[in-house]
C-alpha cells in the first residue's frame, strides 16, 4: 500500500529534479553560455520557476503534507520521513504566500540582473546596471509584503536563507565582531605591513587553474562528480551529489585569488556531496541554511587554507608548479603572505581581519535600500562613503567597489550576512573539531584530510537541511551560536602573525 | 484585447522553453556532467518530459488551438499564426496520444541508455548495453502502438523525424539510390586507390580543435552565439537562435573526422541560427524536419567541404595550422585524399558513395528489431553479416560495430534513414543553389560563403518549422524530392577524381 509518506516523497522529488535542473540553467550561464543566448535563457528560467512554483504550491501539496504529518512523528529530529514533512511544510507554506507572477517574475529578473551586471562591471558603468537593481530591489519589495508577519521586510528575506534569523539578532551579533576587531585592526596597523610578495609573481592563469584544481583534488574533489571551472563570480553548484561543481577566477600574476576562492567553493561542494545518501532527490539534500553552507567555506578557506599547517603542506607543491615564483621561499613568509592584513576594496580578495567590515558595508546598504531610505541611483556614493568610514579605503571605480558582487544583480538580498554569520560559525565548529581530533594540524602539515572530512561529514554534512541552523550547531559544538570563539581565533591568529599581545588586544575589546 | 492566437503563443513559449531547458540538460549530459551525475540527470530528464507532456497535452491548449483556427486562415502557408496552429495542432494531437508514464519512461531510459552505451562502447562490451537497447525498443514498441493507424510500428516512429514519411516510400528511394551507386562504387573498386596520407599525420588533437573552430568561424559561426565542444558523438545542439552549440570529436593523427563531422555540425547549426526572428520562442524555431536537418549538414560537411574549390581555400589555412603535416601537399592530393573511396566500419567517416550503405544498413535492422524479426541480442551477427554483405569489410569488434553510434542508446529508432534522404534532398537543394548564385564555386575558393549562408538562409533556414518538408523542397527547387540530382551529383564528382567515364556508369544503374 502506498502511504501518504511515499505519495509526498514522489511530488517532493520531482520538485528537487526542477530544482537541480534550475540549477543547471544557472551554472551553464555564468560558465558556458554564449552571450547571445541570455534572452532565451532568462525566458527559460522564468517559465522553470513558474512550473516549480506549480509543484511547490499545488493543493494536494498540502493534503499529502497534512496526511503524512499524522504518519510520522514530526518532532523527531533524527528521522528522515518526519524532516521531509517539516521541511517540506515550511517550503510549501512560503510559497502558496508567493503570486505565481511574481515567482516567474523574479527569475526572470534575476537572469537579465546577471547578464546587465556582468556588462556593467565590464565597462565600469553603474548606470547601465541600475535599471535591473531598480527591478530587483522592486520585486524583493513585492516578495518581502508576501511575508506581513516578519518584523521588517529584510527579515522577510533573510528567513529564505537564515531560516528564523532576524536583522536585529544579526545586528546584536556583528556589533559583538565590530567591537572585538577594531582595536585588532589598530593593533595590525601599528605593527610593520607584511609583504604580499610570495603571492604576486609571475603566476600564468592557466597553470593557476591547472594548480588548484590538484589542491581540492587533495582536499578531496575527484574528476568522478566534480568539474572546476572558470566564472566572473565564483561560485559552486550541487547539481547533485555526485555532480559538483565549483568556479574560479584566475587572475594572471596573482596566486591568493584563485587559491583561496577556490578552496571556499570546495568547502560548499564538499557540504552537498557529503549529506547522506538517504537523503538524495529529497529538498533535504542541500544546506541547513546559507550559514552553515558558509561556515563550511569558510572553514576550508581560511581555518585549514590559510593555516600554518596548511601552508607547510602547500608549499613544496606550490613551488613544484610554480618554481620560478616559489623556489626557496620560506613557509613563514607564505604563511604572513597569505595573512597580510591590509584594508583593500574587493571582499573576496579581503583578508579575515577586515573581511567582517566588508559585510556590515553591505549589510547596512542592502537594508536601506530594500526598506526606502536609500536610493538606488545613490548607491555609489553611499557604498564610497562606507568603505572609507569602515576600512578607510578610497573607491577609484565601482567595477572595485559596488559593482564587485553579483548578488544583488540575481536579485539576492538579505544573502550577504550569512558569510560573516558563517565565518562566526566555522570557528565555532573548528573549536569541537579541533578537540575531538587532537592531532589536527599534524594531520593538515601531512596532508591527510580525511579526518577534517570525517568529522565534517558526521557532525555538518550528512544531517543535509534536517536540522535547522540553530538545532545543528547545538548537536555539533553543544551549544547556540556564539561569537567568542571566532573573535578568540582571529586575536590568536594575528597575535602571532603581528607578534601583538593577544591579551591586551582582548582587552581593549 | 487578447485573442486566442495570444494565448495559444503563451502557452506554445512556455512548451518551447521547456523543450530547450531539455535540450540543456542532454547537451550538458554529453559534454560537461561529471560521470556520477547520470543518476540524477535521468530523473531530471524523466520529470521534465513529464512537465512537458502535461503542457503538451493540456486540453486549454486544445481548446485554443481549436479557437486560434478560427482566427487565422489555418491553409496560408506564410502566415506565422497559421503555421503555429497547424504545427501546434500536430504535436498536439500527437501528444495527447502518448499516456504521461509512457512520456517519462522514454526520457529516463534514454538517458540511462546513453550511459550505459558510453560504457559498453568504452569496453567494447555489446553484452552490458543489450537491457538497455531491449529496454528502449520495448518503449519504442509502446509508443509506436498510440499510432495504430501507421502501416507499420516503424511508419509511427518515423513520422516524429520525418513527418508523413513511410518506411514504404523510403525503400523505394533507397533502392533506387543503392541501384545507381553499386556500380559506381564498383567501377571506382577497379582504379588505383587514392592516398589518404596527406589527412593522416601528425595532428594533435588540441591543434585540431582550434583549427576546426577557425574553419567553421569563417564559414559562419562567431563566439557571440555559438560554442564548439568536445563528446563521444558529435552533435549540434540548438538551444537558442543566439546560443549553437556544437561537438566535435579529434583522432589524434587523423584530421578528417574532426574536420567534416565539424563541419556537418556547423550545417546542422546554422539551420537552427538562421531560423526568422519572428518565429523565436515558438514550436517552429526548429528544422522542418531531420531529413531538411540532414540535408544542411551534409552540404556543408559534403557538398561544399569536400569540393575541390573549398579545399583550395582550406589547404593554405590548414598548412599555416599543420605545416609539418600539410608544407607542399597538393590541392589535388588534399582534395582526392578527403574524397578517398573506401568501404570502411565506420559510419560518420565514411566517404560519400559508400555512406548510403551504412545507412541502409541501420535502416533495415531497425525495422527489424521494432517489428520482431530480429531479436537485439542478435543484432551484432545481424550487424556484422549486413557490413559483410553490403560494404564487403568484416567487423572485428562491436565497438566499431553495432556500438558506434548514439541513437539506439538514446531510444531515436526511425532516425537513421533521414541521413540519406538529407543527402539526396541536399543535391536537390545544390542544384537550385547553384543555379541562383553561377559563381558560387569561385565564391567558395575565394572563402566567400555569405551567398551560401544567404540562400540557404532565403530558401531553407527562414520558414523553421513552419512548411512541411515536402512544401519546403517544392518552394525551394520546384519540385519534390528526386533523387536523381544526387546520382548525378555523386557520378559526376567520382567520375573527375577517379577518372571514370561518367556515362558507362549512368548506363550501368
Redesign the interface.
Same mark, same amino acid.
Given at each position: 500500500m502506498t502511504t501518504s509518506v511515499d505519495a509526498l516523497r514522489a511530488r517532493l522529488?520531482?520538485i528537487t529534479?526542477?530544482t537541480?535542473?534550475a540549477g543547471?540553467?544557472s551554472w551553464?550561464q555564468q560558465t558556458?553560455?554564449?552571450?547571445?543566448?541570455?534572452?532565451?535563457?532568462a525566458?527559460?528560467m522564468?517559465?522553470?520557476q513558474?512550473?516549480l512554483h506549480e509543484r511547490a504550491t499545488h493543493p494536494e501539496l498540502g493534503r499529502l503534507l497534512d496526511a503524512a504529518g499524522v504518519e510520522v512523528d514530526v518532532a523527531d529530529l533524527d528521522d528522515v520521513d518526519a524532516a521531509l514533512v517539516r521541511v517540506g511544510r515550511r517550503d510549501h507554506e512560503k510559497a502558496v504566500r508567493v503570486p505565481a507572477d511574481l515567482s516567474a517574475d523574479l527569475a526572470r529578473a534575476a537572469a537579465h540582473g546577471h547578464e546587465a551586471w556582468t556588462r556593467a562591471r565590464e565597462a565600469d558603468d553603474f548606470g547601465a546596471f541600475l535599471p535591473s537593481l531598480e527591478r530587483n530591489l522592486e520585486l524583493a519589495g513585492r516578495y518581502a509584503a508576501c511575508f506581513p508577519e516578519a518584523a521588517t521586510p529584510y527579515d522577510a528575506l533573510l528567513d529564505d536563507y537564515e531560516p528564523g534569523a532576524t536583522a536585529a539578532e544579526l545586528d546584536a551579533r556583528f556589533g559583538e565582531i565590530r567591537a572585538g576587531l577594531v582595536p585588532l585592526i589598530a593593533a595590525i596597523a601599528h605593527r610593520e605591513p607584511r609583504e604580499e610578495g610570495p603571492l604576486r609573481d609571475d603566476y600564468p592563469a592557466d597553470a593557476q587553474r591547472a594548480f588548484v584544481w590538484r589542491v581540492i583534488s587533495a582536499l578531496g574533489a575527484d574528476?568522478?562528480?566534480? &568539474?572546476l571551472d572558470e566564472s566572473v563570480h565564483p561560485f559552486s553548484a550541487g547539481?547533485?551529489?555526485?555532480?559538483?561543481r565549483v568556479t574560479t577566477r584566475c587572475r594572471p600574476g596573482h596566486l591568493g585569488p584563485a587559491l583561496f576562492s577556490t578552496i571556499h567553493e570546495f568547502g560548499h561542494g564538499l557540504y552537498e556531496h557529503n549529506v547522506a545518501p538517504e537523503l538524495? &532527490?529529497t529538498p533535504l539534500a542541500d544546506g541547513a541554511s546559507l550559514g552553515i553552507h558558509e561556515s563550511q567555506s569558510r572553514l576550508w578557506e581560511n581555518i585549514i587554507g590559510r593555516s600554518e599547517p596548511f601552508c607547510r603542506w602547500l608549499l613544496p607543491r606550490a613551488a613544484e608548479a610554480f618554481p620560478d615564483a616559489l623556489d626557496g621561499v620560506e613557509v613563514a613568509a607564505f604563511h604572513a603572505a597569505a595573512n597580510r592584513v591590509a584594508p583593500s576594496l574587493i571582499r573576496v580578495e579581503a583578508d579575515e581581519a577586515t573581511y567582517p567590515l566588508h559585510i556590515v558595508l553591505r549589510f547596512g546598504l542592502e537594508r536601506d535600500l530594500l526598506e526606502g531610505r536609500l536610493a538606488a541611483r545613490d548607491l555609489p556614493a553611499a557604498w564610497n562613503a562606507g568603505m572609507a568610514d569602515l576600512l578607510g579605503v578610497e573607491v577609484e571605480s565601482d567595477r572595485h567597489g559596488v559593482l564587485q558582487d553579483v548578488h544583488w544583480a540575481e536579485g539576492a538580498i538579505g544573502y550577504f550576512p550569512t558569510y560573516l554569520l558563517g565565518s562566526a560559525i566555522s570557528a565555532q565548529l573548528w573549536q569541537s573539531l579541533a578537540a575531538d581530533v587532537p592531532d589536527v594540524e599534524a594531520r593538515i602539515a601531512a596532508g591527510d584530510f580525511a579526518p577534517v572530512r570525517d568529522w565534517l561529514r558526521e557532525h555538518v554534512h550528512r544531517h543535509g537541511r534536517k536540522l535547522l541552523p540553530g538545532e545543528l550547531l547545538e548537536r555539533a559544538t553543544g551549544r547556540p551560536l556564539d561569537v567568542a570563539p571566532y573573535l578568540d581565533y582571529l586575536r590568536d591568529k594575528y597575535a602571532r602573525l603581528y607578534d601583538l599581545d593577544s591579551d591586551a588586544v582582548a582587552a581593549e575589546a
Open positions: 522529488a520531482e529534479d526542477l537541480r535542473t543547471l540553467l551553464d558556458m553560455m554564449p552571450p547571445r543566448g541570455s534572452g532565451a535563457r525566458e527559460e522564468a517559465t522553470l513558474r512550473v574528476d568522478a562528480a566534480w &568539474r547539481l547533485a551529489q555526485g555532480d559538483i538524495d &532527490r
